[in-house]
């Protein structure tokens, strides 16, 4: 309950909002900037051009019922879609208010968060049993490719007919590259967005953020508070007037901040920099990368021709003010290949293609 709120006070695309179920009926999608303090400092250091935020893309899929998988209320084609994301936040009805309407009648945030499961793990495990029909047809090939995918076709299916995401099932490093063939909804990392009422802030927590919060340890999940009703008040602020909004509510930063940081924890993502008199850009890249993957990201020859990678870091060059500064103190580091980016980084790539 919610959630196309929520999303309109995100992304401020205007997507419809009533008291009543199957209000979104086509997906709403809405590209948001990703705030960050850091690339507002360059932006004033280099006296840049230009700010090019990172940006997230959220999409509003309406609500499932029970029975979806099987085609209630909208449910197959928005199963559709849902696989059609990385990663997904579940927004929960955390708060109680007799004018706004549940559709089972109670606020019970496990048993929907339970309905929402189950109609995932059947539709997983109808592709699953269409995956084992297909390699069944061809089992008889003596193949042993065929044999072993078969297996563990099976132990995936084993694993969702016990009533498990596939997330949490434990998997070899070759099994995690496999499973992704098979585009299953609950191998999707999820975010529990647990929506609280203005009286529980600024703690965002009672009793049933409580039971989200041990749900979410229990299937490998990740949860956090937010108020959707603040969240679009905030959002239809001029911006000047938000930080003393938030003041008088006891609020560190927005729901969009912190929502954003935890999508980009669960999906395993970090932010590395560029900056110039042309612009200052911010580049979303996955954890782990290579400074040659990095690259990349920017220009397929930076990747090619790979030479180099002027390094430093964001900390280093906002505590002592300027580029000079860092590089005099032997802080701006050249790079190989082998470099592993880190968030934070502010690089300059050379190349030669």
Same mark, same amino acid.
């Given at each position: 309950m919610g959630k196309s709120t929520l999303?309109?006070? #995100?992304?401020k695309a205007g997507a419809q909002v009533a008291n009543y179920p199957f209000c979104t009926i086509e997906p709403n999608v809405g590209v948001v900037a990703v705030p960050d303090d850091r690339l507002d400092f360059l932006e004033k *250091?280099?006296?840049s051009k230009k700010k090019v935020p990172a940006c997230v893309e959220f999409v509003d899929i309406a609500g499932l019922v029970k029975g979806a998988s099987k085609g209630e209320g909208l449910g197959n084609q928005f199963l559709a879609h849902i696989r059609e994301t990385a990663a997904i936040v579940h927004v929960v009805r955390c708060f109680e208010n007799k004018d706004i309407t549940h559709v089972a009648g109670e606020i019970d945030p496990l048993r929907d968060i339970e309905i929402i499961d189950t109609e995932l793990i059947l539709a997983d495990m109808d592709t699953m049993a269409k995956k084992l029909e297909r390699l069944e047809k061809n089992i008889r090939l003596n193949d042993k490719k065929i044999a072993a995918e078969k297996d563990f076709v099976l132990k995936v299916k084993a694993h969702l007919d016990s009533g498990k995401p596939a997330r949490t099932l434990d998997l070899n490093s070759d099994e995690q590259l496999l499973i992704k063939d098979f585009f299953l909804i609950t191998a999707?990392?999820?975010l529990y967005a647990c929506n609280v009422a203005?009286?529980? *802030?600024?703690?965002?927590?009672n009793k049933y953020t409580a039971i989200v919060s041990q749900k979410a340890k !229990?299937?490998?999940?990740? #949860? #956090?508070? #937010?108020c959707a009703k603040i969240e679009m !008040? &905030?959002?239809? &602020?001029? !911006?000047?007037?938000?930080?003393?909004f938030l003041k008088d509510l006891g609020i560190i930063e927005p729901g969009l901040n912190r929502l954003i940081k935890a999508g980009y924890d669960l999906l395993g993502l970090a932010t590395f920099l560029t900056a110039g008199e042309d612009e200052s850009r911010a580049w979303t890249i996955k954890k782990g990368f290579l400074a040659p993957q990095a690259a990349g990201i920017i220009h397929t020859d930076f990747e090619k021709g790979f030479i180099r990678a002027e390094v430093m870091a964001y900390d280093d060059l906002f505590k002592l003010g300027n580029e000079k500064a860092v590089r005099d103190a032997g802080l701006l580091r050249s790079e190989g290949k082998e470099y592993a980016v880190k968030d934070g980084d502010i690089i300059e790539f050379k190349f030669n293609v």
């Open positions: 999303f309109n006070a #995100i992304t *250091l280099y006296k999707k990392p999820v203005e009286a529980d *802030l600024p703690k965002m927590e !229990e299937d490998g999940a990740q #949860i #956090i508070p #937010i !008040e &905030l959002s239809e &602020l001029p !911006e000047n007037d938000r930080a003393d």
